[in-house]
């Protein structure tokens, strides 16, 4: 009898397909460790350091913390209507999209985080298999398994990968910042002009690169943010990934780099923290290091493949931990193929095709309509507000590269949703 209370205790409901009651939320402290565990990663100062190397060091710094506090700011908004409802994301997009057309938003993100799973899952074979020469395939299957066990256990597994997670990263990231700061002068740090002594990308670029590497998450974020007992936890769990985990882990990376300063440094080879510490050449360091990367990015994979597994299972009329088995399995085979190398691409993709599904959102439920339900089976107006923004950022790839274009979708598509909405109210047929 007892393990099978103990079985329950673990693997409780997940309300795929119903709001979160108030009796089964979590207290403030795990929605901390389950926000704070998400972007404290090692692949948060890799883009710090793609940020100081494009940018240097000060105008990378301004980046990010411009780019975080945007982050707080559409995460935290998105957030209270989860927490307000209980509902998941695909519940809430259901209101905006229709009772039908919400599978297209919810399918493309599910889609995008599991591409995030197989990303991550992927770095972590490479780099483990690059710095110990032991097989890649290998590795990513051992990496991908574990991270499908913890988001298996539900979002507690989210919370004790936090409670690990965290403190390592704090811990180690703090060793390696100040470690290579003590190699040179403080000022050399903060006049690092980036790589080869050129600022190559311009601030708009380096917003988008900070927003898009958790904008998809961050637009599910009532996946998480329904468990929290009151809207004020829920933004007090938001900010303290946004902008305090994400800033952290950027800052490791950028002052890693701007402090070594090395000649073409690659982020994504042995420039990192991971490497570095493996640098040191002390053996239980390099354990340490060995096991801190697949928690590390245990988090982050568990994370985005919960989002992915959420949202699939709503879609489905499934079960999330049935989903998490399966796209676990899918992320895994698409890891082995190298995908994690399409990291840039793969940001950029993210910075068009996201930020207006969350800004739509937005707008509705705070603007335009309110509390709505799900009445109709498919909404227009969203999805051609979501077109508007998308081909804007599109035009401002190509022929405004300096502007940064997960502001440019998100902003239009919500002025165009705005318009759309207040047109649809003075006709017969609602938008």
């Given at each position: 009898?007892?393990?099978?209370?103990?079985?329950?205790?673990?693997?409780?409901?997940?309300?795929?397909?119903?709001?979160?009651?108030?009796?089964?939320?979590?207290?403030?402290?795990?929605?901390?460790?389950?926000?704070?565990?998400?972007?404290?990663?090692?692949?948060?100062?890799?883009?710090?350091?793609?940020?100081?190397?494009?940018?240097?060091?000060?105008?990378?710094?301004?980046?990010?913390?411009?780019?975080?506090?945007?982050?707080?700011?559409?995460?935290?908004?998105?957030?209270?209507?989860?927490?307000?409802?209980?509902?998941?994301?695909?519940?809430?997009?259901?209101?905006?999209?229709?009772?039908?057309?919400?599978?297209?938003?919810?399918?493309?993100?599910?889609?995008?985080?599991?591409?995030?799973?197989?990303?991550?899952?992927?770095?972590?074979?490479?780099?483990?298999?690059?710095?110990?020469?032991?097989?890649?395939?290998?590795?990513?299957?051992?990496?991908?398994?574990?991270?499908?066990?913890?988001?298996?256990?539900?979002?507690?597994?989210?919370?004790?990968?936090?409670?690990?997670?965290?403190?390592?990263?704090?811990?180690?990231?703090?060793?390696?910042?100040?470690?290579?700061?003590?190699?040179?002068?403080?000022?050399?740090?903060?006049?690092?002009?980036?790589?080869?002594?050129?600022?190559?990308?311009?601030?708009?670029?380096?917003?988008?690169?900070?927003?898009?590497?958790?904008?998809?998450?961050?637009?599910?974020?009532?996946?998480?943010?329904?468990?929290?007992?009151?809207?004020?936890?829920?933004?007090?769990?938001?900010?303290?990934?946004?902008?305090?985990?994400?800033?952290?882990?950027?800052?490791?990376?950028?002052?890693?780099?701007?402090?070594?300063?090395?000649?073409?440094?690659?982020?994504?080879?042995?420039?990192?923290?991971?490497?570095?510490?493996?640098g040191l050449q002390v053996g239980w360091l390099s354990?340490?290091?060995?096991?801190?990367?697949?928690?590390?990015?245990?988090?982050?994979?568990?994370?985005?493949?919960?989002?992915?597994?959420?949202?699939?299972?709503?879609?489905?009329?499934?079960?999330?931990?049935?989903?998490?088995?399966?796209?676990?399995?899918?992320?895994?085979?698409?890891?082995?193929?190298?995908?994690?190398?399409?990291?840039?691409?793969?940001?950029?993709?993210?910075?068009?095709?996201?930020?207006?599904?969350?800004?739509?959102?937005?707008?509705?439920?705070?603007?335009?309509?309110?509390?709505?339900?799900?009445?109709?089976?498919?909404?227009?107006?969203p999805f051609v507000a979501w077109a508007i923004g998308?081909?804007?950022?599109?035009?401002?790839?190509?022929?405004?590269?300096?502007?940064?274009?997960?502001?440019?979708?998100?902003?239009?598509?919500?002025?165009?949703?705005?318009?759309?909405?207040?047109?649809?109210?003075?006709?017969?047929?609602?938008?």
């Open positions: 009898m007892s393990n099978t209370v103990d079985s329950e205790q673990v693997l409780a409901d997940e309300y795929e397909h119903t709001p979160v009651p108030q009796e089964a939320r979590h207290p403030l402290f795990s929605m901390v460790m389950v926000w704070a565990g998400f972007p404290m990663i090692i692949t948060g100062a890799m883009t710090g350091s793609i940020l100081v190397l494009g940018m240097g060091f000060t105008n990378a710094v301004i980046a990010m913390i411009i780019g975080n506090l945007i982050m707080l700011g559409y995460v935290s908004a998105l957030g209270h209507l989860g927490a307000r409802s209980g509902e998941n994301f695909a519940l809430i997009a259901s209101r905006v999209f229709g009772h039908k057309g919400y599978v297209l938003a919810s399918g493309l993100l599910s889609t995008l985080l599991l591409g995030w799973y197989a990303v991550q899952t992927g770095i972590t074979g490479a780099l483990i298999s690059g710095t110990y020469d032991l097989n890649y395939v290998a590795m990513t299957i051992v990496a991908g398994v574990l991270y499908i066990a913890i988001t298996f256990i539900g979002v507690k597994g989210l919370h004790w990968i936090g409670m690990v997670s965290v403190p390592l990263f704090v811990v180690l990231g703090l060793f390696v910042a100040f470690h290579a700061a003590s190699t040179t002068t403080f000022e050399a740090i903060t006049s690092y002009a980036g790589n080869g002594g050129v600022a190559t990308m311009s601030l708009g670029v380096g917003l988008t690169v900070v927003i898009a590497l958790f904008v998809d998450a961050g637009t599910v974020t009532a996946d998480f943010n329904r468990w929290a007992k009151t809207p004020k936890q829920s933004f007090i769990a938001t900010f303290s990934a946004f902008p305090v985990a994400n800033l952290v882990a950027m800052l490791v990376g950028g002052l890693m780099t701007a402090a070594l300063a090395v000649p073409d440094a690659n982020p994504f080879g042995t420039d990192n923290m991971f490497g570095y510490m493996n354990l340490l290091a060995f096991l801190f990367l697949y928690i590390n990015l245990g988090s982050v994979c568990s994370h985005c493949l919960y989002n992915a597994a959420t949202g699939w299972s709503r879609i489905l009329g499934s079960k999330m931990r049935l989903m998490t088995i399966v796209l676990g399995a899918i992320g895994i085979a698409v890891a082995a193929t190298n995908v994690w190398a399409f990291f840039i691409q793969w940001l950029s993709l993210l910075g068009i095709l996201v930020p207006p599904i969350g800004t739509i959102i937005l707008v509705d439920q705070y603007l335009s309509r309110g509390a709505s339900v799900a009445e109709r089976a498919f909404r227009p107006g998308s081909a804007f950022a599109f035009v401002v790839e190509f022929y405004m590269p300096s502007l940064s274009t997960a502001l440019s979708s998100g902003i239009v598509a919500g002025i165009a949703y705005l318009a759309i909405s207040r047109m649809g109210a003075r006709s017969p047929m609602p938008a």
